[in-house]
């Protein structure tokens, strides 16, 4: 399968619209627009404000089971 390449302004859109949906999910997201749910995290890790309205981010987590 080839690799797709998005523009940033299409890539920043959809940061924007995943941060600005109350109960939004990054699966819920992508599959709306039509990207892998990995493409889009790694948009939101990138490009996001670091607060979302969804509140669906989890944090970062050490690699350690607590």
Same mark, same amino acid.
């Given at each position: 399968?080839?690799?797709?390449?998005?523009?940033?302004?299409?890539?920043?859109?959809? &940061?924007?619209?995943?941060? %600005?949906?109350?109960?939004?999910?990054?699966?819920?997201?992508?599959?709306?627009? *039509?990207? +892998?749910?990995?493409?889009?995290?790694?948009? &939101?890790?990138?490009?996001? %404000?670091?607060?979302?309205?969804?509140?669906?981010?989890?944090?970062?987590?050490? *690699?350690? +089971?607590?």
């Amino acid at each position: 399968m080839a690799r797709k390449n998005y523009t940033d302004e299409f890539r920043q859109r959809a &940061v924007d619209l995943y941060e %600005s949906t109350p109960g939004a999910t990054l699966n819920g997201i992508a599959a709306d627009l *039509g990207i +892998s749910r990995g493409a889009l995290r790694e948009w &939101v890790e990138k490009h996001g %404000s670091g607060t979302t309205t969804a509140g669906t981010m989890s944090p970062p987590t050490s *690699g350690r +089971s607590e």
